[in-house]
Nanobody, 116 residues
Framework: QVRLVESGGGLVQPGESLRLSCVAS????????MEWHRQAPGEERELVAR???????DYVDSVKGRFTASRDYSRNTLYLQMSSLKPEDTARYYC??????????WGQGTQVTVSS
């Protein structure tokens, strides 16, 4: 059973930084593409960043230049470094494996709140 556990969320002021982590277990971390999604209250969940098994990354336009996704294969951990945070980045952030063993997998999410 794949398990994804996010951490690192919190309350920060605009312009500050946070690093989210997602520890994966029950899967071969080296072969799975992984994603970060977020969902704000009343909004649909949106894809924020994608990182392939090989480490190639892609981002939604609204976070390009501010967010960086990375992965540590030795720790089975996915990261999202977020800088220059804005109030509109406030959301619950989810780790997602879009395809592994015929299914997709989600973590429980971690809350990020950007407010002065």
């Amino acid at each position: 059973q794949v398990r994804l556990v996010e951490s690192g969320g919190g309350l920060v002021q605009p312009g500050e930084s946070l690093r989210l982590s997602c520890v994966a277990s029950g899967m071969n971390f080296r072969i799975a593409d992984m994603e970060w999604h977020r969902q704000a209250p009343g909004e649909e969940r949106e894809l924020v960043a994608r990182i392939t098994a090989g480490g190639a990354t892609d981002y939604v336009d609204s976070v390009k230049g501010r967010f960086t996704a990375s992965r540590d294969y030795s720790r089975n951990t996915l990261y999202l470094q977020m800088s220059s945070l804005k109030p509109e980045d406030t959301a619950r952030y989810y780790c997602h494996v879009p395809y592994y063993r015929g299914s997709e997998w989600w973590g429980q999410g971690t809350q990020v709140t950007v407010s002065s």
